[in-house]
Protein backbone atom coordinates (compact mmCIF):
# COMPACT_ATOMS: atom_id res chain seq x y z
CA UNK A 1 0.00 0.00 0.00
CA UNK A 2 0.97 3.25 -0.95
CA UNK A 3 1.94 6.01 1.78
CA UNK A 4 2.40 9.31 1.87
CA UNK A 5 3.75 11.78 4.68
CA UNK A 6 3.66 15.56 4.18
CA UNK A 7 6.02 17.71 6.19
CA UNK A 8 6.80 21.61 6.05
CA UNK A 9 3.64 23.57 6.80
CA UNK A 10 3.34 26.23 9.33
CA UNK A 11 2.52 29.55 9.60
CA UNK A 12 4.60 32.78 7.62
CA UNK A 13 3.53 36.28 6.94
CA UNK A 14 2.25 37.81 3.39
CA UNK A 15 5.43 37.81 0.89
CA UNK A 16 7.06 34.85 2.55
CA UNK A 17 8.24 31.02 1.75
CA UNK A 18 7.70 27.94 2.75
CA UNK A 19 8.89 24.09 1.54
CA UNK A 20 6.48 21.14 1.50
CA UNK A 21 7.83 17.88 1.50
CA UNK A 22 5.87 14.63 0.61
CA UNK A 23 8.14 11.22 1.25
CA UNK A 24 6.30 8.04 -0.53
CA UNK A 25 6.76 4.46 0.95
CA UNK A 26 5.01 1.17 0.45
CA UNK A 27 5.08 1.62 -3.52
CA UNK A 28 7.70 2.64 -6.49
CA UNK A 29 7.64 6.29 -6.36
CA UNK A 30 8.84 6.55 -10.10
CA UNK A 31 5.80 4.62 -11.64
CA UNK A 32 3.40 7.57 -9.98
CA UNK A 33 2.44 10.82 -11.67
CA UNK A 34 2.11 13.06 -8.61
CA UNK A 35 -0.21 16.41 -7.57
CA UNK A 36 -0.31 18.86 -4.90
CA UNK A 37 -4.16 19.97 -4.02
CA UNK A 38 -5.51 22.01 -1.28
CA UNK A 39 -8.53 23.01 0.83
CA UNK A 40 -9.16 26.39 2.33
CA UNK A 41 -11.10 26.47 5.80
CA UNK A 42 -14.34 26.33 5.53
CA UNK A 43 -14.19 24.42 2.12
CA UNK A 44 -14.40 20.89 3.18
CA UNK A 45 -17.10 20.21 1.94
CA UNK A 46 -15.66 21.17 -1.62
CA UNK A 47 -13.29 19.26 -3.73
CA UNK A 48 -9.86 19.63 -3.05
CA UNK A 49 -8.23 22.18 -5.08
CA UNK A 50 -5.82 21.44 -7.69
CA UNK A 51 -2.07 23.50 -7.39
CA UNK A 52 0.29 21.67 -9.23
CA UNK A 53 0.80 17.85 -10.99
CA UNK A 54 4.12 16.46 -12.29
CA UNK A 55 4.87 13.92 -14.52
CA UNK A 56 6.61 10.77 -13.32
CA UNK A 57 9.32 11.31 -15.13
CA UNK A 58 9.50 15.38 -14.18
CA UNK A 59 9.39 16.12 -17.93
CA UNK A 60 5.52 17.55 -17.58
CA UNK A 61 4.38 20.19 -14.99
CA UNK A 62 1.24 21.70 -14.65
CA UNK A 63 0.16 24.65 -12.65
CA UNK A 64 -3.07 26.46 -10.91
CA UNK A 65 -3.38 29.51 -12.84
CA UNK A 66 -3.08 31.85 -9.30
CA UNK A 67 -0.35 30.06 -8.21
CA UNK A 68 1.84 29.71 -11.77
CA UNK A 69 5.17 31.99 -11.05
CA UNK A 70 4.86 31.79 -7.30
CA UNK A 71 5.06 27.57 -6.47
CA UNK A 72 7.32 25.18 -8.29
CA UNK A 73 6.65 21.70 -8.00
CA UNK A 74 9.29 18.88 -8.23
CA UNK A 75 10.27 15.32 -6.92
CA UNK A 76 13.26 13.43 -6.18
CA UNK A 77 12.64 9.25 -7.41
CA UNK A 78 15.88 8.61 -6.08
CA UNK A 79 14.86 9.49 -2.61
CA UNK A 80 10.63 8.91 -2.95
CA UNK A 81 10.09 12.33 -2.68
CA UNK A 82 8.33 15.15 -3.68
CA UNK A 83 8.43 18.86 -3.08
CA UNK A 84 6.50 22.01 -3.22
CA UNK A 85 8.52 25.51 -3.15
CA UNK A 86 5.70 28.36 -2.18
CA UNK A 87 7.05 31.75 -2.92
CA UNK A 88 5.46 35.22 -2.34
CA UNK A 89 2.76 33.28 -0.47
CA UNK A 90 -0.71 35.14 0.07
CA UNK A 91 -3.51 34.92 3.26
CA UNK A 92 -5.79 33.25 0.15
CA UNK A 93 -3.17 30.43 0.10
CA UNK A 94 -3.78 29.52 3.29
CA UNK A 95 -5.52 25.88 3.30
CA UNK A 96 -4.26 22.30 4.40
CA UNK A 97 -1.92 21.16 1.75
CA UNK A 98 -2.21 17.06 0.43
CA UNK A 99 -0.08 15.62 -1.67
CA UNK A 100 -1.08 12.73 -3.87
CA UNK A 101 -0.12 9.64 -6.17
CA UNK A 102 -2.27 9.08 -9.16
CA UNK A 103 -3.71 5.40 -10.29
CA UNK A 104 -6.05 6.30 -12.60
CA UNK A 105 -4.38 7.26 -16.27
CA UNK A 106 -7.99 7.84 -18.35
CA UNK A 107 -8.09 11.42 -16.09
CA UNK A 108 -6.47 14.59 -16.43
CA UNK A 109 -3.44 15.29 -14.09
CA UNK A 110 -5.43 18.33 -12.28
CA UNK A 111 -8.16 16.51 -11.60
CA UNK A 112 -8.41 14.66 -8.06
CA UNK A 113 -10.21 12.07 -8.84
CA UNK A 114 -6.92 10.50 -11.13
CA UNK A 115 -5.11 10.20 -7.63
CA UNK A 116 -6.11 6.87 -5.27
CA UNK A 117 -3.48 7.67 -2.59
CA UNK A 118 -3.28 10.86 -0.30
CA UNK A 119 -1.43 12.02 2.32
CA UNK A 120 -2.73 13.40 5.69
CA UNK A 121 -2.53 17.06 4.87
CA UNK A 122 -0.12 19.85 6.56
CA UNK A 123 -1.30 23.09 7.24
CA UNK A 124 -0.43 26.33 5.62
CA UNK A 125 -1.23 29.58 6.86
CA UNK A 126 -0.27 33.14 5.63
CA UNK A 127 -0.82 36.23 7.24
CA UNK A 128 -1.13 39.41 6.31
Known amino acids: QVQLVESGGGSVQAGGSLRLSCVVSGGTFSHHNMGWFRQAPGKEHEERGFVAAISRSGSKIHYEDSVEGRFTISRDNAKNTLYLQMNSLKPEDTAVYYC??????????????????WGQGTQVTVSS
Open 100 to 117: AADNVWTVPMINPSRYGF
